[in-house]
């Protein structure tokens, strides 16, 4: 009997890397002139225009800052599902979150790759953000 693996599509795939030491990080932009670091990565930067920007990556942990559980998911999207506001080597990036329920502030978590949706039977894979429960056992 062969088992056959759905159709993927990678959204956003030039926003993030999987080192071959494993993990996932996500490419910033740094800006050389006033220092704001960018998610997603940009040519010229959003606060003062340089376009003297280091392109630079993540490390693979954050913390959540806020999350919210949406309960009517539409379109492409999962019935229910939770998104988070995640701070992440000094940038805030909103991702889906592997749980399911709002995470509460200060959450540890870890950049995974996974599923964040469904069109036309074509798996729609991206970042997201996992509770890393071995840091939350940890610091209880």
Not at 29 to 51: E, L, M, T
Not at 100 to 126: F, K, N, Y
């Amino acid at each position: 009997m062969s088992t056959s693996l759905p159709d993927r599509q990678y959204v956003g795939e030039d926003w993030y890397v999987q080192p071959p030491t494993g993990g996932l990080q996500l490419r910033v932009s740094d800006c050389n002139h006033c220092g704001k670091r960018w998610f997603p990565p940009r040519f010229a930067c959003s606060s003062c225009a340089s376009h003297d920007l280091t392109q630079n990556r993540t490390g693979n942990t954050g913390i959540a800052y806020a999350s919210s559980h949406v309960h009517v998911g539409s379109g492409a999207w999962p019935k229910s599902y939770v998104l988070s506001y995640i701070d992440i080597d000094r940038v805030r990036v909103l991702m889906h979150t592997d749980s399911d329920r709002s995470l509460d502030p200060d959450t540890p978590v870890r950049l995974v790759l996974g599923r964040i949706g469904t069109a036309d039977d074509v798996e729609l894979w991206s970042y997201r953000a996992q509770p890393d429960l071995i840091t939350q056992e940890s610091q209880r």
